[in-house]
Structures are given as structure tokens and as C-alpha cells.
């Protein structure tokens, strides 16, 4: 508190806040900030949503980048093929030894997938493989086939979620959809 004098015989004036008008200022922030929190999550979760899903769409172009360019098969195959929302790797027969497991077949790896997104292939899919391969042309290898998958999170709230569809041509693309 500031406190002025003006001369000996002068009254004292004070300026500054009191203690009851700093609470009821904070108490009014407080309230506008619980006000704000719920919207900023669900942002938050939206945000994380689609930054994932632009990941994973950029996964399947590498691979169909790749197919043409080595003009050779490329496969976009997850960590466990039980669950693609634990990882999710990108490759390629690079030594031609029919086997794409060994080191150097990897071109890229992506981690699990933070928060509690979920990572599901569509129950309509017709998975007879646990990856998507793409051909010399980066066409589907599964010729006539589209793959979709769902990325969600538990929750999920309104249009968040992401279906991730490749289609036989092999072009990635996402659309919003309704939670689950």
C-alpha cells in the first residue's frame, strides 16, 4: 500500500486495494478459469486427435512413396497386430531377401500412440494380413480392397474422432466422424 503525506497537519490519504476486493477479485477469475477448463480439454483432445491422425496419413504416403519409387512392395505394419495404437512401422524388402523383418527393412518406426487414443482397424476390413502392403505402382497389393481405420479417444465427445480410410489406389485420407 501506498501511502501519501502531504504535509503535518494534513489528513493521510491512503491508495490500494483492500484484502475483501482482492478476494472478490480472485474469486471472480477463479470461477471464469473452472468455467474455461472443460472446452480446453476437449480442445486439447481434438488437437491430439488430428495431430495423430496427420501422423499416421503421412505414414501410409511414405509407404506408397516408397512402393513406387523402389518399385517394390511396401508395408505399413503394426507394432502388435492385435492393437496398431502401440506402433506402427514402415517397410520394404531392401536387401530382397523376401523377409521384411530384418533391420534394415525398417524406413521408419512411429511410437505408440500418446494419451488413450485408440488405433483400430475397421470391422469391415478385410485383414487377412496384419498390415496394408502397397505394389510397385503404390496401388493396394490387396487389389479391390479399402481399408479404414478408426482413431478415437475414450473420451471422445461429438465429431472428434478420425476415420483414416486408404482406398485401392492407395491414396490416405481421413474424415471426421461421431464418437463410437
Not at 6 to 19: A, D, I, K, P, Q
Not at 70 to 86: G, I, N, Q, Y
Not at 106 to 125: K, V
Amino acid at each position: 500500500m501506498y501511502t501519501r503525506y502531504t504535509n503535518r497537519f494534513t489528513r493521510v490519504v491512503s491508495t490500494g486495494f483492500t484484502l475483501v476486493e482482492l478476494v472478490v477479485a480472485l474469486a471472480v477469475v477463479s470461477i471464469l478459469l473452472l468455467m474455461a477448463a472443460p472446452s480446453s480439454v476437449n480442445m486439447i483432445a481434438s488437437n491430439r486427435l488430428s495431430t495423430q491422425t496427420n501422423e499416421i496419413i503421412t505414414l501410409f504416403f511414405l509407404a506408397r512413396s516408397e512402393a513406387i519409387n523402389r518399385s517394390a512392395e511396401v508395408r505399413v505394419v503394426p507394432a502388435d497386430p492385435a492393437d496398431w495404437s502401440l506402433g506402427i512401422s514402415v517397410v520394404a524388402d531392401t536387401n530382397k531377401d523376401g523377409d521384411f523383418t530384418d533391420g534394415v527393412d525398417t524406413l521408419r518406426i512411429a511410437s505408440a500412440l500418446e494419451g488413450n487414443s485408440l488405433f483400430t482397424a475397421d470391422g469391415a476390413n478385410s485383414l487377412s494380413n496384419p498390415y496394408v502392403a502397397f505394389n510397385s505402382r503404390g496401388a493396394l497389393l490387396a487389389t479391390g480392397d479399402i481399408f479404414s481405420f478408426q482413431l478415437t479417444d475414450p473420451a471422445c465427445t461429438g465429431t472428434q474422432a478420425h476415420l483414416i480410410t486408404v482406398a485401392t489406389t492407395g491414396r490416405a485420407s481421413s474424415t471426421r466422424i461421431i464418437c463410437p
